[in-house]
């Protein structure tokens, strides 16, 4: 199979981090890959849910939106009711962000990250979680330059990547075309040691074997490691 843009079956697309890319947020990442870009804000707010009150506990959550020329036709805002596409995405970023966290050395307060996708070409919710990660990263830190901590917030790094199967061929960070296309689609989220966050595996009117399964998490198992690489060479230690 040859692919597109030119790219290898197991290569990622281009990666570009812009820093303070909003000059208000605690933390605000734009993150590149390929044409896909995803703004990531990250707010800090000295306040938990109701629910969490005198739990001496954090919270971390995510929202996620399209922006209306992120895609080929506008896409309609978002203001009375999320889509469940809108849901299930920023659930998953959220799910993501607490899973490498220890939301009690965040103390009793809560940090929101906010992905809106300026451009969409494939892999939104991978890159939300990759450049999401990063703002809260730089949103600790930001915490820990003002006061201490109780402990470590976060525990691992984190990153996330597509897979899937295009012409029976297993390929690494589909784009938009090549997941249109795909036969098997699927998401992965995984920390730096190699554990899964989550996995979302999706047969398109088709199945795949194990063999197949195998070979698309070996991809992914690739793909995120490099990029935490990125993330690493531009974060440098865990706060």
């Given at each position: 199979?040859?692919?597109?843009?030119?790219?290898?079956?197991?290569?990622?697309?281009?990666?570009?981090?812009?820093?303070?890319?909003?000059?208000?947020?605690?933390?605000?990442?734009?993150?590149?890959?390929?044409?896909?870009?995803?703004?990531?804000?990250?707010?800090?707010?000295?306040?938990?849910?109701?629910?969490?009150?005198?739990?001496?506990?954090?919270?971390?959550?995510?929202?996620?939106?399209?922006?209306?020329?992120?895609?080929?036709?506008?896409?309609?805002?978002?203001?009375?009711?999320?889509s469940g596409r809108t849901q299930e995405i920023q659930r998953l970023i959220g799910r993501s962000l607490r899973g490498v966290c220890n939301l009690k050395s965040l103390g009793e307060r809560t940090i929101v990250?906010?992905?809106?996708?300026?451009?969409?070409?494939?892999?939104?919710?991978?890159?939300?979680?990759?450049?999401?990660?990063?703002?809260?990263?730089?949103?600790?830190?930001?915490?820990?330059?003002?006061?201490?901590?109780?402990?470590?917030v976060i525990k691992h790094w984190l990153s996330a990547t597509s897979v899937g199967i295009v012409e029976r061929t297993p390929i690494l960070d589909l784009c938009y075309v090549e997941d249109l296309a795909a036969?098997?689609?699927?998401?992965?989220?995984?920390?730096?040691?190699?554990?899964?966050?989550?996995?979302?595996?999706?047969?398109?009117?088709?199945?795949?074997?194990?063999?197949?399964?195998?070979?698309?998490?070996?991809?992914?198992?690739?793909?995120?490691?490099?990029?935490?690489?990125?993330?690493?060479?531009?974060?440098?230690?865990?706060?």
């Amino acid at each position: 199979m040859k692919r597109n843009d030119g790219r290898a079956l197991d290569e990622l697309r281009k990666v570009n981090i812009i820093e303070n890319f909003v000059s208000c947020a605690e933390a605000s990442i734009l993150i590149e890959i390929g044409k896909t870009r995803v703004l990531c804000n990250a707010s800090v707010e000295e306040k938990v849910p109701k629910w969490l009150r005198d739990k001496k506990s954090g919270w971390i959550t995510a929202e996620y939106n399209l922006l209306p020329r992120s895609t080929s036709t506008r896409v309609k805002r978002e203001r009375n009711h999320l889509s469940g596409r809108t849901q299930e995405i920023q659930r998953l970023i959220g799910r993501s962000l607490r899973g490498v966290c220890n939301l009690k050395s965040l103390g009793e307060r809560t940090i929101v990250v906010d992905c809106d996708v300026l451009e969409a070409d494939g892999g939104t919710r991978t890159a939300s979680v990759v450049g999401g990660f990063m703002a809260l990263v730089k949103a600790i830190q930001h915490i820990a330059s003002q006061q201490t901590l109780s402990g470590q917030v976060i525990k691992h790094w984190l990153s996330a990547t597509s897979v899937g199967i295009v012409e029976r061929t297993p390929i690494l960070d589909l784009c938009y075309v090549e997941d249109l296309a795909a036969e098997v689609d699927m998401n992965v989220v995984m920390t730096h040691n190699g554990k899964y966050v989550e996995i979302q595996g999706t047969g398109e009117e088709a199945t795949y074997s194990r063999a197949e399964l195998d070979q698309l998490l070996y991809l992914a198992e690739k793909g995120c490691k490099e990029l935490i690489t990125v993330q690493k060479q531009f974060l440098g230690d865990l706060p």
